[in-house]
């Protein structure tokens, strides 16, 4: 039974952060570690103690981890930056909280001892006789160890300790990937393996001068090795156990939101007649008024859950090339139960919710195409902008004449003409994207206009159907986009003060255009009045965009069942990367790298001199068997990954591309790691290192063709809206939500109420809510109700027996064997 472990955190805020600087005052910013591996870098907030990031990420871990862990480091312009505090979360700690954790946690310091990594690979055996017992320790390599030196790498040896006897192994220079292959042996007296007592394995960095630095240790209850004859497998090393010092506070403290989502995924066989529900609530859709398996489903969600079933919902239908139907019964059903048209998909329902989660899936990469030069735009400008009269700072306006600094009056024309030109500039991109808009996209608005209509064909009411469309195109999509943009990867960070005002400004006059105008003069932003008439003026050309947007033949859309979110010629991402191939045994020298443009599609990874270069070379997907990082050591650079082909005679290739930083390396390490997510021959352990003077730079091992010093991380991600369709993960989400909701349903559906003798029982009225008994329900929907628990219950049956045949988990320190 495969495991999906899936980890949201976001880093809201810092206060009372020490100062660092001879200024008195710090330039914080944070480091995520996931185990060893860095998966985030937040931007750096300038000269401030009590910063604010508003940075969140999502990552899947189907291997699971350990520790979570933030950094906060002070950025010098000379020099290393200064490491402040951290804060450590254990796997543990983060799953007992259930809702999630959402608190101010201190600082405490940063202890080298404590940092430790890596796992190490050991065979233990106790032989016993009349007089003694003798304890075996084969000590085969260790892996991903700690850099202790200036280089880098480490130079590591082992030491085995039992009360007071101990061996070491010899020292291998220069690595973080020893591989030793040595026998340790303590001879025990008689009396001396009593199984209360524990062996400790020590792994050291040798240093010449000073002392020798700590790299882990495995403690082993000898009892193990009384039930067992060996003992075998890969270790995680672990620090001494010392208890972390928050220092009373004085290192400042983090605002931190994390929450852990684990399932244990069945195979697929057991998902199927869940599965064959959620197609039949869509292909063989009942009467508006009666229940399906959808509305039962939205009855037991939480508003709190919605927004995750509804995305969820989207990419099964998605996957089962069925999302048009979905959202078409959902809309229907919404539209139906709607008399005033006012409050159309105005609460947070089910149908809200899909189609909200339908635009981000199937509409990224639109956005990012019509929105995106004029985001980067207006950061790049980072233009002085506002309307309030209550707002307006004269000493941060720039000099608009002259004659002295600008009067209030000049920052407000200014800013107008500004607001203008923006906001010109981006309905223009956006009328003239109807041919770029996704075509499944367009039908679900098409049917949508038509569904509105039908329900509210009179002339007063002639701009709903409009008001629909724009209501989720405009209000849902583009003004949050516009609003945040980095919560749509239209950035990498988010804006500074005065960018984040402009967006603000420029987000509220689209929502007004997407409103078509009818909300101006009645709210309480008066000042918003100079930039009335260009939104009149916009609503006719978006009037003329709805109605072309919908103007497309629903026969010549294709709705095939599919396993991504995108097509496969579209490109997922694109950008410069610094490029080196290794092709055969000279010297990697760090000049080798060359700036290419890359793009990715989830066939093919190609690149070319420039954007507009015609000339192309490429490397197929379905080729590539591996996506990981490389050591600072191989190049004495940073940010830099390989990606490993395999030829059709079976000969690996690797293609080494440097980042500009650790957030972009992740992002074209997930994007990568997603489109070869299926591929077949997957490497189960790669080298970090690259292979230089004759052996490689990591594990030091001459055979260039040797197996890989390190596990790789195929399906380590970053999750986000190009996440790949999991059928089975995804209908496990949606077990678990009727799991948790079974009692409401049976209660709702099921359960009858007793009638007193000479008592009538009173039919149950359509205008009465479904917490009335479930003796008014129709039999259709008591026998959905009774064939959706049956379900369940098949399925909470079958975890329990896999769960059961799980192996014993008693001896956590043992990773693999």
């Not at 639109?366 to 707002?391: A, G, M, T």
């Not at 041919?435 to 949508?448: A, D, E, T």
Request: hydrophobic residues 40%.
């Amino acid at each position: 039974m495969a495991r999906n472990t899936s980890l949201y955190f976001r880093i809201v805020e810092g206060r009372n952060l020490p100062a660092k600087d001879v200024s008195g005052t710090s330039d914080p910013y944070c480091i995520v570690k996931v185990d060893n591996e860095v998966v985030a870098r937040t931007a750096t907030v300038w000269r401030n103690l009590n910063p604010f990031w508003g940075e969140e990420y999502t990552l899947h871990l189907p291997m699971g981890f350990h520790t979570l862990t933030f950094y906060v480091m002070d950025e010098d312009t000379i020099g290393h930056d200064d490491v402040i505090g951290k804060i450590s979360l254990s796997k543990d700690a983060i799953a007992a909280q259930h809702k999630g954790l959402d608190n101010w946690l201190n600082l405490t310091r940063v202890d080298p001892d404590e940092e430790v990594q890596g796992e190490i690979h050991l065979a233990l055996e106790l032989h016993r006789d009349a007089q003694r017992s003798i304890l075996h320790c084969h000590v085969i390599e260790a892996r991903d160890l700690a850099p202790r030196d200036i280089t880098g790498t480490s130079d590591p040896f082992t030491r085995i300790i039992y009360n007071n006897l101990s061996a070491e192994t010899s020292i291998i220079k220069k690595t973080r990937f020893p591989h030793w292959d040595e026998t340790l042996e303590l001879s025990l007296d008689e009396g001396d393996d009593d199984e209360g007592g524990s062996v400790t394995v020590e792994v050291w960095d040798w240093d010449m001068v000073g002392k020798n630095d700590f790299l882990g240790k495995v403690e082993i209850p000898l009892s193990c090795l009384h039930r067992s004859p060996l003992l075998q497998g890969w270790f995680r090393l672990l620090p001494p156990g010392h208890t972390e010092d928050d220092a009373g506070g004085k290192l400042g403290a983090l605002r931190l939101k994390v929450r852990l989502a684990e399932n244990r995924i069945l195979p697929s066989v057991y998902y199927q007649p869940l599965m064959e529900l959620l197609v039949e609530a869509v292909i063989s859709p009942s009467e508006v008024d009666e229940p399906t398996l959808l509305t039962l489903l939205e009855e037991v969600t939480t508003v709190d859950s919605r927004q995750d079933v509804a995305m969820t919902l989207v990419k099964i239908y998605l996957g089962q090339g069925l999302v048009v139907p979905f959202l078409d019964s959902l809309n229907t059903r919404e539209v139906h139960s709607t008399t005033d048209p006012n409050t159309l998909f105005r609460s947070n329902s089910l149908a809200s919710k899909a189609m909200e989660q339908f635009m981000k899936a199937v509409g990224m990469l639109y956005l990012h195409q019509v929105l995106k030069p004029i985001i980067n735009r207006i950061f790049e400008e980072r233009k002085y902008v506002e309307l309030d009269p209550c707002k307006i700072d004269l000493n941060r306006s720039r000099r608009i004449s002259f004659k002295g600094s600008a009067s209030e009056a000049e920052v407000r024309e200014s800013s107008v003409g500004l607001l203008q030109t923006y906001l010109s500039s981006i309905m223009e991109a956006i009328v003239s994207s109807v041919s770029q808009c996704p075509p499944v996209m367009r039908v679900v608005f098409k049917q949508l206009h038509r569904r509105v209509e039908e329900q509210f064909p009179e002339a007063e009411n002639e701009d709903v159907k409009y008001l629909a469309i724009s209501g989720f195109f405009f209000l849902r999509l583009f003004a949050p986009a516009i609003l945040t943009p980095k919560l749509f990867q239209l950035r990498d960070h988010h804006a500074d003060t005065r960018t984040s005002r402009t967006l603000l400004l420029l987000a509220k006059a689209l929502q007004s255009v997407g409103n078509l105008g009818l909300q101006l003069g009645h709210g309480k932003e008066q000042w918003m009045t100079p930039l009335h008439p260009i939104i009149l003026c916009s609503v006719a050309s978006v009037k003329d965009f709805l109605d072309k947007l919908i103007d497309i033949d629903h026969s010549n859309v294709c709705e095939a069942p599919q396993r991504a979110v995108f097509l496969p010629s579209v490109i997922v991402k694109e950008g410069f990367l610094q490029k080196h191939k290794a092709e055969g045994p000279q010297l990697l020298k760090r000049f080798a790298f060359k700036k290419r443009y890359f793009w990715l599609s989830s066939e093919s990874l190609s690149y070319a001199k420039s954007p507009d270069w015609q000339v192309r070379s490429s490397i197929p997907i379905a080729r590539v068997c591996a996506v990981e990082r490389v050591d600072e050591n191989a190049f004495q650079l940073q940010n830099i990954m390989q990606v490993i082909t395999q030829d059709t005679d079976g000969q690996l290739h690797t293609t080494y591309l440097q980042c500009k930083n650790v957030n972009e390396l992740n992002q074209w390490l997930s994007a990568i790691r997603k489109v070869s997510i299926y591929n077949e021959h997957m490497l189960p352990s790669f080298h970090p290192g690259a292979h230089r003077g004759n052996k490689w730079t990591c594990c030091l091992q001459p055979d260039r063709t040797a197996s890989g010093c390190s596990r790789t991380h195929s399906a380590v991600t970053l999750g986000d809206w190009s996440d790949p369709l999991d059928p089975d993960a995804e209908i496990q989400i949606i077990y678990k939500e009727l799991l948790q909701g079974r009692d409401k349903l049976r209660k709702q559906y099921l359960e009858t109420q007793e009638v007193e003798p000479g008592e009538q029982e009173e039919p149950l009225k359509a205008s009465q809510p479904s917490s009335v008994c479930a003796q008014g329900r129709s039999e259709r929907a008591r026998a959905l109700a009774a064939r959706l628990l049956d379900v369940v219950l098949d399925l909470e049956r079958a975890h329990s027996t896999f769960k059961s045949r799980e192996p014993d988990e008693s001896r956590p320190l043992i990773l693999s064997s």
